[in-house]
């Protein structure tokens, strides 16, 4: 196809495309919606001793490659689901999108890079500390995001994230799936591409047409995780780079004597008009770790106050509720 071509299929399907772009942020709101969590602004993420450090020092935090998060059923999971509803449709082109997806399932991200945040909506969660705090020697940071928001920027690349509750619940998984294809299949119906004309569609047009059917679940398919991860009450920062920004905001860092790809993310407080980045980050609390002492509350408020946390806003230490005792070191 020439790029002439291409500028001319892509301009007919502007109108689709932008319907397209509104659904897909509509599907983000339907998600917080039929969520059972609470829609909340005080939001908490267990990490390291040095992952504390890093965060205050640097004023930042790092959303990392969607590939390299817990789940290794990551995406999956949302995929068997919309495999499932679509396949069953009348519509061919759905049935084709469904095939797409399965067929292609490993590389669905060869244009858009996910890259996430995790965070929990519950304050000292057991499950918590034991898988992201190295059971009792991590901290749990609450974040006030009532005026903020996070992003990630590099020169003049800049991406908004996308704040949306994890969903564990098969059927509220499925409500979502059918609520999108339901509002697939009107748009299908508006731009004519029915059952009798879609064979007729040249093979670029039929695949953008799917590609851009497809975009509409990048989200959900996101926030969908297997229902053994529930206790987690996990709420997702989802950063969406194409193939430009990736080289432009990627880095990477060791785990495990694995290279792990991160971006940078800050954040931006919003005024009426405008979003600036924040001079001090919007933390409201720290909780110590369960069968911390006398020392490391010390230590951490001696680390705040050199941080500019403790003179102007004034952060919180809080202890933790739990007993879960410090098997390296009883009297810790």
């Given at each position: ?152 920027y590099q020169n003049s690349t800049v991406i908004i994230c ?121 933390i409201r609390s720290v909780c110590l770790p369960p069968a ?41």
């Amino acid at each position: 196809m020439s790029y002439d071509k291409f500028l001319s299929s892509f301009d007919s399907m502007s109108p689709m495309m932008g319907e397209l772009l509104t659904l897909s942020n509509f599907v983000q709101s339907k998600i917080i919606e039929i969520s059972p969590e609470e829609k909340t602004t005080k939001l908490y993420h267990y990490t390291s001793a040095q992952g504390l450090e890093g965060i205050v020092s640097n004023a930042n935090l790092w959303a990392t490659d969607y590939r390299f998060l817990n789940d290794s059923r990551e995406m999956k999971d949302g995929l068997d689901v919309v495999y499932k509803a679509l396949i069953d449709r009348e519509e061919v082109v759905l049935q084709e999108l469904a095939i797409y997806l399965k067929e292609h399932s490993e590389n669905l991200t060869e244009f858009l890079t996910p890259y996430i945040i995790s965070f929990c909506s519950k304050h000292d969660l057991l499950s918590q500390w034991r898988a992201y705090s190295n059971q009792s020697e991590g901290y749990c940071i609450e974040f006030d995001l009532s005026d903020s928001r996070l992003s990630t920027y590099q020169n003049s690349t800049v991406i908004i994230c996308n704040f949306l509750p994890v969903i564990y619940d098969g059927k509220l998984k499925l409500k979502i799936v059918n609520f999108i294809i339901d509002e697939l299949s009107k748009t299908i119906k508006k731009y004519n591409i029915d059952n009798d004309n879609i064979s007729e569609l040249n093979p670029e047009n039929k695949g953008m047409i799917i590609g851009l059917l497809q975009n509409v679940f990048q989200i959900p398919l996101l926030t969908f995780k297997d229902e053994g991860f529930s206790e987690e009450k996990e709420w997702r920062a989802i950063f969406l780079a194409n193939s430009v920004q990736n080289e432009k905001l990627r880095k990477f860092r060791t785990t495990g004597g694995t290279f792990v790809p991160y971006v940078e993310s800050i954040f931006l407080q919003n005024d009426e008009e405008n979003l600036f980045q924040r001079k001090t980050l919007p933390i409201r609390s720290v909780c110590l770790p369960p069968a911390a002492g006398n020392t490391t509350r010390k230590g951490l408020e001696l680390f705040l106050h050199h941080n500019g946390f403790q003179a102007k806003n004034k952060v919180s230490v809080l202890n933790s509720a739990i007993p879960l005792r410090n098997q390296k070191n009883i009297n810790w």
